[in-house]
Nanobody, 115 residues
Framework: QVQLVESGGGLVQPGGSLRLSCAASGSDFSLYVMAWHRQAPGKQRELVAR?????RPNYPDSMKGRFTISRDKNTAYLEMNSLKPEDTAVYYC???????????WGQGTQVTVSA
């Protein structure tokens, strides 16, 4: 059974940093596309970053600069820096055998940026 489990969310002050992890199990994800998305209250889910092994990570223009995606075998990470209140959202991990890597989804982890 394939599972994606996110962790690392929490409450952080503006300007702070967090590192999210997504542990994938139940299959060999080494060649899968993995991605991070987020959904803020009342807003549509949006892509934060996407990664394929051996290829430069992909970021939407709005996410470039403060977010860094990386991976190690079956685990994907999202490093978030200089966090702002508008980064508050539930962050989801996804994975799939091909582009866009959104076949499997995790349950999400809450990130709250507040003083």
């Amino acid at each position: 059974q394939v599972q994606l489990v996110e962790s690392g969310g929490g409450l952080v002050q503006p300007g702070g940093s967090l590192r999210l992890s997504c542990a994938a199990s139940g299959s060999d994800f080494s060649l899968y596309v993995m991605a991070w998305h987020r959904q803020a209250p009342g807003k549509q889910r949006e892509l934060v970053a996407r990664i394929i092994s051996g290829v430069r990570p992909n970021y939407p223009d709005s996410m470039k600069g403060r977010f860094t995606i990386s991976r190690d075998k079956n685990t994907a990470y999202l490093e978030m820096n200089s966090l702002k209140p508008e980064d508050t959202a539930v962050y989801y991990c996804s994975a799939g055998p091909g582009w866009p890597g959104e076949y499997y989804w995790g349950q999400g982890t809450q990130v709250t940026v507040s003083a």
